[in-house]
Nanobody, 118 residues
Framework: QVRLVESGGGLVQPGGSLRLSCAAS????????MSWVRQAPGKGLEWVSS????????VYADSVKGRFTISRDNAKNTVYLQMTSLKPEDTAVYYC???????????WGQGTQVTVSS
């Protein structure tokens, strides 16, 4: 079955950096578009970034554009989110997401907490 396992979160000071990883299994990773979504305390889900199956195209929310970089390694079945110039408003649980358009089914990892605070 589909499994998504995020890692790499933690506590970081404003202006700092973190790299999140999402290890995927249970499906043909190289064939699917992958995304990162976050949820700040007391708020709803916010889409952050997505990457095409072959990694050639990426898209970002305006709130993270220029600071975050999504990438993937299809040989390792892993998608990454490099986060730089972190701000307190980036504090959230970050989730890896697989959405299969043909069946309208969404899969989520357990999330990894990112806290930006001095």
């Amino acid at each position: 079955q589909v499994r998504l396992v995020e890692s790499g979160g933690g506590l970081v000071q404003p202006g700092g950096s973190l790299r999140l990883s999402c290890a995927a299994s249970g499906f043909t990773f190289s064939g699917f578009y992958m995304s990162w979504v976050r949820q700040a305390p007391g708020k709803g889900l916010e889409w952050v970034s997505s990457i095409y199956s072959d990694g050639t195209n990426t898209v970002y929310a305006d709130s993270v554009k220029g600071r975050f970089t999504i990438s993937r390694d299809n040989a390792k079945n892993t998608v990454y989110l490099q986060m730089t110039s972190l701000k307190p408003e980036d504090t959230a649980v970050y989730y890896c997401n697989l959405y299969i358009y043909s069946s309208d089914v969404s899969y989520w990892g357990q999330g990894t907490q990112v806290t930006v605070s001095s």
